[in-house]
């Protein structure tokens, strides 16, 4: 039942040793593999990563100098680019494309300690408000399967309202993390333009693009909204 657990009571939980990081991801692992072939919230799950970073949070937090999000499962819509993995933007002409390096809040995240799941479904480079726009197939929306969960983020908010993560990063460039919170009922955070860094992020209208996030309580987005900014 660790999927019911906000993001300050996974980390409460996890500096009281309730259960370890690795044994959080697993977790997280699982049930993705087990919902995910419905809904199709993610493009990449990136088990091999996730695991390696739990078990980085788990030594740091036995030492007892873990930062404040470590050990945290999260998932990235598929726009932020991260080195070593492919970054797709949802779209046919990047599916080999594998990052060089890694956008400014996800290393931001990185630092905070937190696990990176995978990266999440989104409409061809961020153009579309339903998530049926994607090379890699449609998003679903969890509460009901015949409907849209919005776009261009469906995924971050299709994972975070399934429960296959605890928060989840998405972009808004005219509706297209705030739509998808409001069909898949998550809370989603467009923050002032300029407030979290946008380095790393594909550009669909720079001077709108804003990077923002899906979480299931508006705790959980104040926290991700002070890591991020």
């Excluded at 419905?38 to 980085?56: F, G, H, K, P, R």
């Excluded at 479904?121 to 929306?141: C, L, P, W």
């Excluded at 002032?192 to 923002?212: E, H, P, Q």
Aim: one cysteine or more.
């Amino acid at each position: 039942m660790m999927h019911k657990l906000s993001l300050t009571d996974m980390a409460r939980g996890l500096r009281e040793k309730q259960f370890s990081s690795r044994e959080l991801t697993q977790y997280y692992l699982d049930r993705i593999q087990k919902l995910d072939g419905d809904i199709n919230a993610y493009i990449t799950v990136t088990d091999e990563l996730a695991l390696a970073q739990a078990d980085s949070a788990d030594a740091l937090i036995a030492a007892g100098n873990a930062p404040a999000l470590a050990g945290i499962p999260l998932a990235h819509k598929d726009i932020f680019c991260i080195d070593g993995v492919k970054t797709t933007c949802g779209s046919k002409m990047l599916d080999n494309f594998i990052s060089p390096y890694t956008a400014t809040v996800v290393e931001k995240l990185n630092a905070a300690g937190t696990v990176t799941l995978g990266k999440v479904n989104m409409d061809e480079f961020a153009m579309g408000s339903s998530n049926e726009n994607s090379h890699y197939g449609a998003v679903k929306n969890p509460w009901n399967l015949d409907k849209v969960p919005g776009g261009s983020s469906g995924g971050s908010a299709a994972a975070v309202a399934s429960k296959q993560c605890v928060a989840a990063l998405g972009s808004d460039t005219g509706g297209s993390v705030r739509q998808p919170a409001s069909h898949c009922g998550v809370v989603g955070l467009k923050p002032t333009y300029g407030a979290i860094s946008r380095n790393g992020l594909m550009a669909y209208a720079s001077s709108f693009d804003c990077v923002g996030t899906l979480t299931s309580c508006v705790e959980d987005c104040a926290i991700m909204f002070n890591t991020l900014s």
